[in-house]
Each structure stands twice: as C-alpha cells, then as structure tokens.
C-alpha cells in the first residue's frame, strides 16, 4: 500500500498517482494578459448542468502540500488567482467543485486541465501548483467524488450504485471542468488561451482517452500515460492474482516473487541484443517459472525452496486470467514487474492470507457485486470469469474508455501522445497496446494512425514510474511541439532505471518499432540503439 500511496502519481490503473508534467514554455504573446482581476467571474453553466457558487481568492503561492493519501508537494509557486466554482446536475444531488489557477504574472497563454488518480478524479494540488509554476492556467475537478482510495460514494443508501457520481467519474465531469476552466481563463485574462492541453496518468490517463473519445474539442494535445483504459476488464483482471493464490492455496512471499522476477529478467535481458539491466519486450520474454523449481532463496534470514506450487501460481499471475476452459480474459502481470503489488498477503497467527490491492477489490465488491461484505478470497476460477463478464456488460459503455473511433479527435486536429511502463505492475501494459491495435484496425492502419497518436512503452518502468519514480520523460514538452511547431515526436527520450538501479538514457520507440542495441556503443547511452521493426529485432 506504502508503494501504492508513492506510485499513485499515477495511476496505478488505476492507481494511480499525481501527475507533475515539467514542460514549461514560452509566452504565446511574448507578455501576459492586459487585465488580470482576481474576483468571481460570470460562469455559464456547461449543458446539464446548474452553477452553485463560484468563488475567486488570491492566493501568495510558495509551497503547496498535497492533500489525501498522495500528499507530495512542491515549491516556487508563484501567486495565482484560485477560482471555485461548484455544479451540480438538477435531480442527480451531486455537487462537482471545479477549481482552476490563473497565475498573476507570467502566463504563458496555455491551459492544462489536469487528471487524477485511482478513485481520485482529480488533483490534489500538487499538480495544479506544478502548472502554474510553469506558466499555465490549470483546470480541475473532483467530479463530486472522493479521496484516492475513497469508494464511500459507489452506493446510495438502498444498497444501489450511485450512477450520476460514477458517471461523474467516468466522464462527464473532466468535460465540464474544461468548459469551466476556459470560461475562467477568458473573464479573469480577457482572452481565452491559445491552446489548451491535458495531462495525466493512470485514471487521469484514462480520462484524457475519455476526452478524446467522446469530447475531441477539448483539448488541442492530451498526454495520457499508463491509461487505465478498458477499466471494466482489467480492474477485474487486476484481482487475478488473488484469485490464483487462494484457488491453489500457496501465497509465496515478495521475496519468492522478486526471485522469479530477477531470474526472468536476467534470462530474458539480452533479447534486445545487449545485457543492460532491462527487459526492452516482455511480452517476448518466454522464461518458464518451472526451472525455479528446488532453487533456494534466503527471505527473511529464512532459506526457503521454491516449490512446483509456486511455480504454477507465477505461471498462472503471468499468464493472466483465463476461463476455466482456457480462453484468454485479460492480459497478466509483465515480467519485470512487482507482482507482489497485485498479490500481496498478509500473515497473522502463523496463518498467511491474500492482501487484495485495495482499488480493484473495492471495483469488484462494490460495482460488480454490489456487496460491500463480499469476501474476494471466495472467488473459485468460475466465479471469476462470471465476475469479468458481470463489468464488462454492466460497466463498457459507462468506463469502459475503449472506443477505437477516435475520427473526431483527429478531425479537431488533436494529438494524443501516451507512454506505458513495460513493468507497470498495476495496470498490464498490453491493455494499451491492445487498444492501440483496435485504433489501427479501425482508423486505417499504423501510418494513419501516427498522425495523431503515438505510443511509447518504457522498458523496466513501473507504474506512471516516468513521472520521477524510476526515470524521467518530459512527454509535455514532445506533446508542445507536435501540437504547435508539428514536430511528431519519433522517439520519446528517457531516463530509465535499470535492474542495478543506475539511471541510462534510452529514447523510447514510437509503437510498433523497438529498440535494438548497435553492437558496440555503451550500453547506458542512448544513441547506441536504434529503432527498428519488430520483425528485424
């Protein structure tokens, strides 16, 4: 949970975390707006809605402390205007706050709308300070929702789901916080902004999909990473290790997890040409659990001996999740990642248990099940096929955010720019390849596609980990000039950390071509590999 409350700057799907895009840019007009007045604006409410209040207080800027579980901070805010403005759907009873930060000196002529993070639907803070830090106008809501691991709000008091808050969630309310925010710019700068773009990761990747899906004038650029896209199947799939542990009754521990992971790693490293310390495909990677079998680990101070036990319960968490006569639901945990994160367990009395990760639990319980009692460790192989099939059918079309027509945003000349850790250990990365697949299918192929959306997957990059946690890529700044100057970005650069914990550069690839090694260069740098074909790799 600790990792989760630290990675959650993204999402983990879901999970998720707080997105601090770095990019700052330039002015547009050389100087900041002629009148800046920092008093309540006339706000018209988006189309459904009803305003309830709005508010405007000149905050001093400094340091801002991020609120909830995510925390986080950041410093060297400057001054800015915050305006609140509340809306409510007539007859729904929710109450959505949609704040938006002008800064008093400074801007530069952009807008940002900003995502959130596992049940979070919005920022914390944190990340509107970073915006307006550097330079922009930054919009966001909390859609009437609550915490990150909040999920008080799923059901009403008859035991029902709460369909105008998930609806919220899901969609609606990231639509209207652009309407709003934009208004806002125009009254408190007298000119609206020159473009406008959105950020975000994990359910705030999720989000920016959403924005392109179903309101492609939103935003001119929208940087989405580790998506969690397909919510209805793979929050379900994301039980799937708990499901495994308790059907065939063994619960390794992390440490017995991380000796699988490191021994796959090791055997499936050089693929890409060189032994750096990263897995460039896992998807390649086709190292068998089973030759584990006898080895001893020390855990603890404890030897132990991996068993065929838990061989067969990596096997089944790699895998992913299948029916009970082997069709394939859901893609599983990437080698490479944490699997831990997914099948945590607890010990008590000498007894271990499963430790489901809290957000697709409370999916499952409270959505699909509709109990909030329902115990996950009761879930056969069965039930659980059932369980995926019940989301799918009841939650597709409400968040699911799978829709490959995205012809409306790429006729408003957006661009959507995303990148995936090959590690992430929350939400499977080949949900989003998978996605982009269904994109390519639909809208004419690869090249057709490139035009507008590009997908960058990082090798041995955990959850939203390019946002600090383990490397670096500033996809804001690749989004700017593809956006403004039409530069589409062929590679994306990156800071990775490697399985020695040392930093390298790398420049990712742009989907469907993968790194391959040059031969001779240094192996931490990036220009001694190159792009190619994945049928040359």
Not at 115 to 124: F, I, P, R, S, T
Not at 229 to 255: I, Y
Not at 339 to 345: E, N
Request: aromatic share 8%; charged share 20%.
């Amino acid at each position: 949970m600790r990792r989760l409350l630290t990675v959650l700057a993204a999402g983990v799907p879901l999970a998720a975390a707080v997105y601090l895009p770095t990019a700052s840019a330039e002015p547009q007009d050389g100087s900041t707006a002629t009148t800046f007045a920092c008093t309540a604006p006339s706000v018209k409410a988006p189309t459904g809605t009803r305003v309830e209040s709005v508010t405007a207080v000149s905050q001093e800027g400094g340091t801002i402390t991020g609120t909830g579980v995510l925390g986080g901070s950041v410093s060297g805010v400057p001054a800015y205007c915050e305006v609140t403005v509340t809306l409510t759907h007539p007859g729904a009873g929710d109450h959505a706050t949609v704040r938006t930060w002008l800064p008093a000196s400074g801007w530069n002529g952009r807008f940002q709308g900003i995502g959130g993070a596992a049940y979070l639907a919005g920022d914390n803070g944190v990340g509107l300070g970073t915006a307006v830090k550097n330079g922009y106008a930054a919009v966001s809501t909390d859609a009437g929702v609550g915490d990150a691991l909040d999920t008080s709000w799923a059901l009403n008091s008859q035991g029902q789901v709460n369909t105008a808050l998930l609806k919220n969630f899901a969609s609606r309310s990231q639509h209207e916080a652009a309407v709003v925010g934009k208004q806002v710019v125009d009254e408190v700068y007298g000119k609206g902004p020159a473009y406008s773009y959105f950020t975000g990761c994990s359910t705030g990747g999720r989000q920016g999909y959403m924005e392109a899906q179903r309101y492609p004038d939103d935003y001119d650029g929208i940087l989405a990473d580790a998506p969690a896209v397909n919510w209805d199947e793979f929050e379900v799939a994301t039980l799937w290790p708990q499901v495994v542990m308790n059907n065939e009754k063994t619960f390794p521990s992390k440490c017995e997890f991380d000796a699988f992971t490191n021994a796959a790693v090791t055997a499936c490293d050089p693929l890409d040409g060189v032994k750096d310390g990263l897995v460039n495909d896992p998807s390649r990677c086709d190292f068998d659990p089973r030759r584990l079998i006898g080895t001893k680990v020390v855990c603890e101070g404890k030897e132990l001996t991996i068993t065929a036990a838990d061989a067969t319960v990596v096997r089944k968490i790699w895998d992913g999740p299948r029916t009970t006569s082997g069709t394939k639901l859901w893609p599983g945990v990437p080698v490479g990642a944490d699997i831990s994160a997914l099948a945590g367990v607890t010990e008590a009395d000498g007894n271990v248990t499963g430790a489901p990760f809290k957000v697709p639990a409370d999916w499952v319980k409270l959505w699909v099940a509709k109990d909030p009692s329902f115990d996950i460790s009761t879930i056969t192989y069965s039930r659980f096929t059932q369980l995926f099939k019940q989301s799918q059918a009841e939650y597709d079309t409400v968040i699911g955010t799978d829709d490959p027509d995205l012809s409306g945003f790429r006729a408003s000349g957006g661009k959507l720019l995303t990148w995936h850790g090959q590690a992430d250990q929350y939400i499977p990365t080949q949900g989003t390849v998978k996605y982009r697949q269904q994109v390519e299918r639909e809208m004419g192929g690869t090249k057709r596609v490139d035009d507008f959306y590009r997908l960058f997957l990082a090798p041995g990059t955990n959850h939203c980990g390019l946002n600090g946690f383990d490397g670096s890529a500033d996809g804001l700044a690749a989004l700017t000039a593809w956006v403004e100057d039409g530069k589409a970005p062929t590679t994306l650069p990156a800071t990775l950390i490697n399985d020695s914990q040392q930093s390298v550069t790398r420049d990712l690839c742009s989907y469907p071509q993968v790194s391959r090694y040059d031969g001779h260069g240094d192996p931490a740098v990036a220009s001694s590999f190159t792009c190619v074909s994945p049928s040359r790799y």
